[in-house]
């Protein structure tokens, strides 16, 4: 089934709106690829120091996307924007291999939190159009994502800079709607 195909039988469902909540540590590149997903322009990005809210249009269906800050003190007030989430998008900086723990501890976290329960998990290891990033087969291995159960997830390597990958990434936030519907 194509994308295009996916989309109709979303939109034909009584449910046209989808709640994505928009995570990941400072500077990982979630408010680029939000800006990326709502056609904007990317040149000129400032850390979140709160939330950015976007709405981007998929042929009739709404994506409403939460792009919540990732500063560490702003991180305990994730807490507050889990209701109603359909999807949950991890953004991982994958040249920052520093931060691979710290990026992996606060995705376990989540994946715990009981309003997030089954809810289905998209991570985007951005930042693949630069020399130094880990391959995203490399960020699942270390983020022990194959051992997720109770939740469909997939990990897709993208650029949110050059929307490279985002278009797949996306697909697969339909594809697991529609496999949940």
């Given at each position: 089934m194509g994308l295009l195909a996916l989309l109709r039988k979303l939109k034909s469902s009584s449910e046209k709106e989808?709640?994505?909540?928009?995570?990941?540590?400072?500077?990982?590149?979630?408010?680029?690829?939000?800006?990326?997903?709502?056609?904007?322009?990317?040149?000129?990005?400032?850390?979140?120091?709160?939330?950015?809210?976007?709405?981007?249009?998929?042929?009739?269906?709404?994506?409403?996307?939460?792009?919540?800050?990732?500063?560490?003190?702003?991180?305990?007030?994730?807490k507050n924007y889990f209701d109603n989430t359909d999807i949950l998008l991890y953004v991982i900086d994958s040249t920052d291999r520093k931060r691979f723990e710290e990026t992996g501890m606060e995705l376990n976290e989540l994946l715990e939190e009981e309003k997030l329960h089954g809810v289905p998990l998209v991570v985007f290891a951005n930042k693949q159009d630069l020399a130094t990033a880990a391959p995203a087969s490399e960020i699942a291995e270390g983020l022990q994502l194959q051992a997720i159960r109770g939740r469909q997830w997939h990990i897709q390597a993208c650029s949110a800079l050059t929307a490279e990958g985002v278009k797949d990434g996306m697909q697969h936030i339909v594809t697991m709607m529609a496999k949940k519907k």
């Open positions: 989808l709640r994505i909540l928009l995570l990941g540590l400072d500077n990982a590149g979630k408010t680029t690829l939000l800006k990326k997903l709502a056609e904007e322009d990317v040149s000129h990005i400032t850390p979140t120091q709160g939330f950015n809210i976007k709405t981007v249009q998929a042929q009739g269906f709404r994506l409403n996307v939460w792009d919540i800050g990732g500063q560490r003190k702003i991180r305990p007030y994730w």
